[in-house]
T-cell receptor
C-alpha cells in the first residue's frame, strides 16, 4: 500500500529551463494538493486539484506555474523558465474522494521534490 | 485571513527534558488544528490533531489541547528523546477553505544525549 509518491526527489535546473514535478496520490485518493516550502520557512499552499479539475489555485504564482491532474497518470506541477527564487522543496499531499476530503480525513504528504535552480 | 504563529527555534534541550512549543492562531471560523513533524530530508507526518474546542490530541507521548479562549494549540511532551529531533509545524484548516492547510513557520527541536 504505497503512500504518496513524488518524483524526482531532487531536481537541478538551470535558469530559464522548465521543471516538471510529479505526484502520484495514494491508492483510492482522488484529491491532490501542492505546497511549497522555501528555505527556513513553513509550507505555503499552492493549488488543490481533483482529476481533470482545479478546485483552488489561490496560492499559485500568476506566471510560469501551472498544475494538472489528468484522468490517467500523476499530477504534474510545471514551472516554466525557472529562476533562482523557485529553489525550494515542493510537497504534494493527497486525500480520499469527495465527502471525505480535507486534512481531517486521511490527508497524506509525500516526501517532496527538492528543486535547485543554478 | 487565517494565520498561525509558532515560537521560533531552534529549541535545544537534553534528553528526558520537558518540551513545549507554543502555537497561536487567527481564524474567522472554527478551524481544525494540527501538529505535523518533519524529519531531515523527509516529508511531513501528521503527529496529532484536534477538531473542536477543548479537544486534546495525543500521539507518541505528545499532547496538545485546542484552547478557543486563548486561540492556542501548544505542543507538549514530558520526556523527549534524541529521536524527537525534527522540525515541528502547527497548522490549521478552516472549514470554509476545506482542503487547504495554513502552516506556521516551523520550530526546529534539537535533543542532545
Amino acid at each position: 500500500n504505497a503512500g504518496v509518491m513524488q518524483n524526482p526527489r531532487h531536481l537541478v535546473r538551470r535558469r530559464g529551463q522548465e521543471a516538471r514535478l510529479r505526484c502520484s496520490p495514494m491508492k483510492g485518493h482522488s484529491h491532490v494538493y501542492w505546497y511549497r516550502q522555501l528555505p527556513e520557512e513553513g509550507l505555503k499552499f499552492m493549488v488543490y486539484l481533483q482529476k481533470e479539475n482545479i478546485i483552488d489555485e489561490s496560492g499559485m504564482p500568476k506566471e510560469r506555474f501551472s498544475a494538472e491532474f489528468p484522468k490517467e497518470g500523476p499530477s504534474i506541477l510545471r514551472i516554466q523558465q525557472v529562476v533562482r527564487g523557485d529553489s525550494a522543496a515542493y510537497f504534494c499531499a493527497s486525500s480520499p474522494p469527495e465527502g471525505r476530503n480535507g486534512p481531517n480525513y486521511g490527508y497524506t504528504f509525500g516526501s517532496g521534490t527538492r528543486l535547485t535552480v543554478v | 485571513g487565517d494565520s498561525v504563529t509558532q515560537m521560533e527555534g531552534p529549541v535545544t534541550l537534553s534528553e528526558e527534558a520537558f518540551l513545549t512549543i507554543n502555537c497561536t492562531y487567527t481564524a474567522t471560523g472554527y478551524p481544525s488544528l494540527f501538529w505535523y513533524v518533519q524529519y531531515p530530508g523527509e516529508g511531513l507526518q501528521l503527529l496529532l490533531k484536534a477538531t473542536k474546542a477543548d479537544d486534546k490530541g495525543s500521539n507518541k507521548g505528545f499532547e496538545a489541547t485546542y484552547r478557543k479562549e486563548t486561540t492556542s494549540f501548544h505542543l507538549e511532551k514530558g520526556s523527549v528523546q534524541v529521536s524527537d529531533s525534527a522540525v515541528y509545524f502547527c497548522a490549521l484548516s478552516d472549514r470554509d477553505s476545506w482542503g487547504k492547510l495554513q502552516f506556521g513557520a516551523g520550530t526546529q527541536v534539537v535533543v542532545t544525549p
